[in-house]
């Protein structure tokens, strides 16, 4: 094998992967190194989103979801089923197939697009026209060198102190997709989205689950409105009971059950758990990667520092994804690896971070691009909306999925959409639209004047639009 590269990048993640395989299409000779075992021991392409993150979650998500409608919503349309079981096994090994489908897919792209792919560790050993690159393999260890070199080694669920994860009683994201059983107690600490995420799929399939989240204000990234109405939703309907403003004081393992002692509303609490998730946010990845060695910066939060073209400090290092500054998010990771790879090149690359749309697959799916209303206030910037419940809309009806609403906030002065924010069914569909537009710099007159399919969900965004300009059809 030729150990000399004109691309290394380190992680093959989706920023990674996708980095490698746009740099091979710009015919740059590229190695691409990953680390990544899955649970029987074999390397596995495709980082945290593929292997114990986006895909599975949302596997999970669908199949939970699925038992739900089978159990309490296919009556109402008369359908009645009688004794709906549930086989953890059978969707855990469906979930695990849909993993090695998209895994071995990436090896496939990758011989495809002639990269040469490295299971082992990376780390930089030295610096100059040609970067070294030590990557500790299973069997010995190799160094590499390459003219570009671009870190995409992603992030680690973040831990609480005191707080052993095992990933059997006490689980991060990577044992809360693989309970072998339905826990009759689960404890999910952190109401972020990958403890919504979870903590929806085991409550669907049976689990009492209680959420426990340090801050005062749930979902505090989302407009106000829509985390308001999320709350109420999430606790009243689909049962998820969420305390705010907790105060973990300290997790014990007993025998049979797990204690978790936690400050809330001023007094000392103690709740019992069978099992417990801690979803408390995630930590840039940068063990052993040699940073130091060829000079490339740290932030006080321990992201790599990168400039808004991903550039280090360090003449031709870059970094992408969950291991920069911006959202942590599967999609953002992998524009940011086109850019870099189209930078190396010598074209143009860039990632607009203003308009990265955010989703969040819970029942209701919560979706939003842009600035949120609590924002343009801070601001004081003068801004319009319109706002438009799906219970209106003909086709969430038939769907039998009625809660929540669409909001577009639009410029009072040049109408331009500044963000669109939405709680209902297929929000993770229906923002696409909106991120479009915001990028063409369309007004909420624009999509007003566009036609939207009947019946259809995407008319919720023709109705807020119309609405902006207080001229709804349908309220
Ligand atoms: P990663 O995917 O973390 O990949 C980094 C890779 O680098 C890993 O394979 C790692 O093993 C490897 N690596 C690290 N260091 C080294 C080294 N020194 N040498 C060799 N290899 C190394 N995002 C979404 O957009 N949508 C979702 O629905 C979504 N759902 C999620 C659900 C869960 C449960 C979780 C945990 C995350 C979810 N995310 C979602 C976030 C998403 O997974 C991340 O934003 C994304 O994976 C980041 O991509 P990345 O390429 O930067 O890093
Ligand atoms: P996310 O970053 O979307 O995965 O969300 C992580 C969530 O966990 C955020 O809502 C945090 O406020 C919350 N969180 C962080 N630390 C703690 C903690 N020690 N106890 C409870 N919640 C926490």
């Not at 990168?306 to 500054?325: F, K, L, M, S």
């Not at 319109?386 to 209106?392: A, E, L, R, S, T």
């Amino acid at each position: 094998m030729a150990n000399n590269f004109d691309v290394a990048v380190i992680g093959a993640g989706p920023g990674g992967y996708v980095a490698a395989i746009r740099a091979a299409q710009l015919g740059l000779n590229t190695v691409c190194i990953d680390e990544f075992k899955s649970a029987d021991g074999k390397p596995s392409l495709g980082g945290t989103c593929l292997n114990v993150g986006c895909i599975p979650s949302k596997a999970l998500l669908e199949s939970s979801e699925n038992y739900e409608r089978a159990l309490h919503k296919f009556g109402d349309h008369g359908i009645e089923i009688k004794d709906v079981s549930l086989d953890v096994a059978t969707m855990l090994g469906r979930k695990d197939k849909i993993v090695q489908q998209f895994t071995g897919g990436i090896s496939l792209l990758f011989k495809k697009n002639k990269i040469t792919s490295i299971h082992g560790h990376g780390r930089l050993t030295g610096a100059g026209d040609v970067f070294q690159i030590e990557v500790t393999k299973d069997n010995g260890s190799q160094t590499i060198g390459a003219k570009h070199v671009i870190i995409a080694t992603g992030s680690l669920p973040r831990q609480i102190e005191g707080v052993a994860v095992d990933n059997v009683r006490i689980c991060d994201n990577t044992g809360a997709l693989s309970l072998n059983e339905v826990p009759g107690k689960l404890g999910v600490i952190g109401a972020g989205v990958i403890g919504l995420e979870m903590g929806s799929v085991w409550r669907r399939l049976g689990s009492e689950v209680t959420v426990l989240e340090a801050l005062p204000d749930f979902l505090a990234a989302a407009d106000d409105a829509i985390s308001r109405e999320a709350l109420r939703i999430f606790t009243k309907s689909v049962g998820l009971d969420i305390k705010l403003g907790c105060k973990i004081q300290n997790v014990k393992a007993g025998k049979k059950s797990l204690s978790v002692e936690f400050e809330h509303e001023g007094e000392l609490r103690k709740m019992e758990f069978d099992r417990l998730v801690v979803a408390v946010g995630r930590v840039p990845n940068t063990e052993n990667l040699g940073l130091d060695a060829v000079g490339v910066k740290v932030d006080e939060r321990g992201f790599v520092e990168v400039d808004e073209r991903n550039r280090t400090g360090v003449p031709n290092i870059y970094a992408i994804g969950d291991v920069v500054r911006g959202p942590m998010l599967a999609h953002k990771s992998s524009e940011e690896g086109v850019a870099v790879a189209e930078t190396i090149a010598g074209q143009h690359g860039h990632v607009n971070l203003d308009t990265i749309p955010w989703v969040i697959y819970t029942s209701p799916e919560i979706a939003w691009v842009g600035k949120t209303e609590q924002q343009l206030k801070a601001e004081g910037r003068a801004y319009r909306s319109g706002q438009f419940p799906f219970i209106v809309s003909g086709r969430a009806r038939a769907l039998g999925e009625t809660a929540g609403f669409l909001k577009m906030l639009a410029d009072a002065d040049s109408d331009r959409i500044l963000g669109v924010h939405i709680l209902g069914p297929f929000a993770s569909e229906l923002i696409a639209e909106a991120v479009v537009a915001m990028e063409f710099g369309a007004t909420a007159e624009d999509i007003a004047r566009i036609v939207h399919a009947h019946p259809s969900l995407s008319e919720a965004m023709h109705e807020a639009a119309l609405g902006v300009d207080d001229r709804f059809l349908s309220l």
